[in-house]
C-alpha cells in the first residue's frame, strides 16, 4: 500500500508565502508522475502545479510565476513553494501521485491522493 503524506499548510495574509510538502511511502517501485492539486469550496478540483511522466511540468496560469514546484526522487518527495499568495489560493491542497507498485511477480500502476492541507490567505 502506498500512502502519501502532505505538511506545510496553514494561515497566511495577502502577500505571504507558505511551503507546501508531500512524502510518498509504501511499496514504491518507481514514481511516474507526482504533483499538486487544489479545491476551493464549492469549486472542482484543479491542477495546481505537476511534474510529468516525461519530468515535465504542467502548471495552472493562475499561479505561474508565483508557484515553484520541486521534487526530491530520492525522499519520493515533491514540494510546492507559494509566494506572493492571493485570498483566491484559499483552499485545500492534494498531493497526488501515479505511483508503481509490485505485488509479487506483478506490476500495476495506480493513482494516489494525500488527505489534503488547509490553505488559507487573508486579505
Known amino acids: 500500500q502506498v500512502q502519501l503524506v502532505e505538511s506545510g499548510g496553514g494561515l497566511v495574509q495577502a502577500g505571504g508565502s507558505l511551503r507546501l510538502s508531500c512524502a510518498a511511502s509504501?511499496?514504491?517501485?518507481?514514481?511516474?508522475?507526482m504533483g499538486w492539486y487544489r479545491q476551493a469550496p464549492g469549486k472542482q478540483r484543479e491542477l495546481v502545479a505537476a511534474?510529468?511522466?516525461?519530468?515535465?511540468?504542467n502548471s495552472a496560469d493562475s499561479v505561474k510565476g508565483r508557484f515553484t514546484i520541486s521534487r526530491d526522487n530520492a525522499k519520493n518527495a515533491v514540494y510546492l513553494q507559494m509566494n506572493s499568495l492571493k485570498p483566491e489560493d484559499t483552499a485545500v491542497y492534494y498531493c497526488n501521485a501515479a505511483v508503481r507498485t509490485r505485488l509479487e511477480s506483478y506490476y500495476t500502476t495506480n493513482n494516489y491522493w494525500g488527505q489534503g492541507t488547509q490553505v488559507t490567505v487573508s486579505s
Open positions: 511534474f510529468t511522466r516525461s519530468g515535465t511540468i
Open positions: 509504501g511499496s514504491i517501485v518507481s514514481i511516474n508522475a
